[in-house]
């Protein structure tokens, strides 16, 4: 059973920045990071695929990272300019197939989530 395993996030100012981090057990096909806000629906802001393509949501594009880490099955989210409207849980996501990046439906494997709250 794959397991990914997700480290960082907390409380920030606006304009601020914060990295998360993510440790597969396993080889993935794409891995992604998957943000909830309460009452709001999930959205996939970003994911890379084993190839190294990335991927962005409209809302973050430009401020927020994706990359794979020195460690193997490893990536992370650096996170720039952060707004209130990023306030969220944020998860992250691995499949070993996929077709839509941003279909949180494709993604078979979930962490546990982490909280990322952000003050205006």
């Known amino acids: 059973q794959l397991q990914l395993v997700e480290s960082g996030g907390g409380s920030v100012q606006a304009g601020g920045s914060l990295r998360l981090s993510c440790a597969a057990s396993?080889?993935?096909?794409?891995m992604a990071w998957v943000r909830q806000a309460p009452g709001k629906e999930r959205e996939v802001v970003a994911a890379c695929n084993s190839g190294g393509g990335e991927y962005y949501s409209g809302a973050v594009k430009g401020r927020f990272t994706i990359a794979q880490g020195n460690a193997e099955n490893t990536v992370y989210l650096q996170m720039n300019n952060l707004k209130a409207e990023d306030t969220a849980m944020y998860y992250c996501a691995a499949a070993l197939i996929w077709t839509n990046a941003f279909d949180p439906g494709q993604y078979t494997y979930w962490g546990q989530g982490t909280q990322v709250i952000v003050s205006s």
């Open positions: 396993t080889t993935t096909a794409i």
